[in-house]
């Protein structure tokens, strides 16, 4: 069994701007989409600290997800790419939101989750925070949108604090926005969804055992990685039974590539036993077809 270590010194606090903008986040999605969010995370966990690892479909995934968290009353801060942070206006309101910058400069973006930004979220953990990141590191190319192969920092950051780990899967919100040339496509997309208003699903699954592994022992960190992974695609079945191959809508600006597919069929996910916290919608243990 893992333990979540208790936070020392003051606990962070949501600053008011993070507190508005996930209110607008969940009246955007509510005109753009119909949200259904199922699952949840045990009580105890609720302010922290709490790992959420989520899989990564499209643009408009930090949207949902920060209305999907407002919902179950969750503060997450959101490990993103420091391109954000290096916009004027979005930069500014990510720092003044509390998340965390993820560089990727020259190095690979496993590289660049493995320095700055683990210690940031470190951090960020040791201070009550509830962490969210993608463990893809990318929005996925997957022909299916299924999860890839995932990059090691968020395992590494779990396995470092001995933070309890909870998936999140999200379905749809791939509809809502185009994956590129979103200048070119956006009065085009925003008027679709105004019409069609795409279900956008998001659930909080069981948290992932992570408790027999050690940062210090050969491949027990890609181990880490692969259940976090395999956990992502258990979660993500029930959300997409009617597309159970390829997603139904198709992106005309997206690309697909299979250099970073992921079969979990040799990876079934442990679950956690969380004290007989009851986790209403909570996933099941199936394999993908």
Do not use: C
Not at 81 to 88: S, V, Y
Not at 132 to 157: F, H
Not at 235 to 247: F, G, K, Q, S
């Amino acid at each position: 069994m893992s333990t979540t270590p208790t936070p020392t010194g003051p606990r962070w606090r949501a600053p008011l701007v993070w507190r508005v903008l996930q209110l607008l986040a969940r009246i955007v999605t509510g005109l753009l989409a119909r949200l259904e969010v199922t699952g949840d995370v045990p009580d105890r966990l609720r302010h922290g600290p709490l790992i959420l690892a989520v899989n990564h479909i499209g643009t408009f995934d930090p949207i949902a997800f920060s209305a999907a968290t407002l919902k179950i009353g969750v503060r997450p801060r959101i490990m993103a790419t420091g391109g954000l942070f290096r916009a004027p206006i979005a930069g500014a309101a990510m720092r003044a939101s509390g998340h965390i910058r993820v560089n990727r400069t020259r190095v690979s973006a496993d590289e660049a989750l493995a320095s700055a930004a683990v210690d940031d979220a470190v951090a960020a953990l040791a201070e009550g925070s509830v962490v969210a990141g993608y463990p893809e590191g990318r929005i996925t190319l997957d022909p299916g949108l299924w999860p890839e192969r995932g990059r090691s920092g968020m395992a590494r950051l779990a396995l470092a604090t001995r933070v309890t780990v909870v998936p999140v899967a999200q379905w749809g919100s791939h509809e809502v926005l185009p994956y590129a040339d979103i200048p070119a496509n956006l009065a085009r997309a925003v008027w679709r969804d105004f019409r069609k208003r795409p279900t956008v699903k998001v659930h909080f699954g069981k948290p992932i055992d992570l408790s027999d592994l050690d940062p210090a022992v050969r491949g027990d960190v890609q181990r880490a990685t692969d259940r976090i992974i395999a956990a992502l695609h258990a979660e993500l079945i029930p959300l997409r039974v009617n597309e159970p191959d390829r997603p139904a809508y198709t992106d005309p600006t997206r690309r697909s590539e299979t250099r970073r597919s992921f079969n979990p069929d040799s990876r079934t996910p442990a679950v956690l036993d969380v004290g007989g916290d009851d986790l209403p919608g909570a996933g099941q243990s199936q394999q993908r077809p």
